[in-house]
């Protein structure tokens, strides 16, 4: 049974950093890509980004781009968003999830078909 789980989300002041972790049992990571998504309330839900299973080439929606990384832990087979510089508008619950695919695509969600359950971010004064 393939299993996605993401933690790290919480509550912080903007300019902080969070990590995020998805971690995946079940499949074999590396033959997965990893995307992450983003659902504010009111708003349809946002790539914002994607790690390759080719050379973890990473994407990123330009929202986020120079704020947020991806890398990837093999040995632990987890995935890990870095957010810096957290914004109020990076409020949203942040999901993972995974395609068996040598490439990832940031913003078409319709591509994965494993997710996880999802983690709040909340970022305010």
């Known amino acids: 049974q393939v299993q996605l789980v993401e933690s790290g989300g919480g509550s912080v002041q903007p300019g902080s950093s969070l990590r995020l972790s998805c971690a995946a049992s079940?499949?074999?990571?590396?033959?997965?890509?990893i995307g992450w998504f983003r659902q504010a309330p009111g708003k349809e839900r946002e790539g914002i980004g994607c790690?390759?299973?080719?050379?973890?080439?990473?994407f990123y929606a330009d929202s986020v781009k120079g704020r947020f990384s991806l890398t990837r832990d093999h040995a632990k087979t987890s995935v890990y968003l870095q957010m810096n510089s957290l914004k109020p508008e990076d409020t949203a619950v942040y999901s993972c999830?995974?395609?068996?695919?040598?490439?990832?695509?940031?913003?078409?969600?319709?591509?994965?078909?494993?997710w996880g359950q999802g983690t709040q971010v909340t970022v305010s004064s």
């Open positions: 999830a995974a395609v068996e695919s040598p490439v990832c695509f940031v913003a078409e969600s319709e591509t994965y078909g494993y």
């Open positions: 079940g499949i074999t990571l590396p033959y997965y890509s």
């Open positions: 790690i390759s299973s080719v050379d973890d080439d990473t």
